[in-house]
Nanobody, 116 residues
Framework: QVQLVESGGGLVQPGGSLRLSCAASGSIFSIYFMAWYRQATGKQRGLVAGVTDTGFTNYADSVEGRFTISRDNAKNTVYLQMNSLKPEDTAVYYC??????????WGQGTQVTVSS
């Protein structure tokens, strides 16, 4: 089993920054794909950003140029640096990992609220 611990959410003013972290632990040999999804009230969960084990990244159009995803393979941790935050970025952010040889795993979610 894989466990995920997320941190870094909170309340921030428009234009501000936050950094989310997600640490994976448990029966992990390696992790192919790590990502952040988000779900705003009344909307479906969608991909924000993802990164493969080789460092390939992809981003939702709405966050391109403002958010940066990165990972530390030695720590099995993925980060999401969020800059120039907008009210429309308000959502619950979920960490997702796809380990090699074991089931995919979701984090419990962390609330990000962008408001003045």
């Amino acid at each position: 089993q894989v466990q995920l611990v997320e941190s870094g959410g909170g309340l921030v003013q428009p234009g501000g920054s936050l950094r989310l972290s997600c640490a994976a632990s448990g029966s992990i040999f390696s992790i192919y794909f790590m990502a952040w999804y988000r779900q705003a009230t009344g909307k479906q969960r969608g991909l924000v950003a993802g990164v493969t084990d080789t460092g390939f990244t992809n981003y939702a159009d709405s966050v391109e140029g403002r958010f940066t995803i990165s990972r530390d393979n030695a720590k099995n941790t993925v980060y999401l640096q969020m800059n120039s935050l907008k009210p429309e970025d308000t959502a619950v952010y979920y960490c997702y990992v796809r380990p090699v040889g074991v089931s995919d795993c979701w984090g419990q979610g962390t609330q990000v609220t962008v408001s003045s």
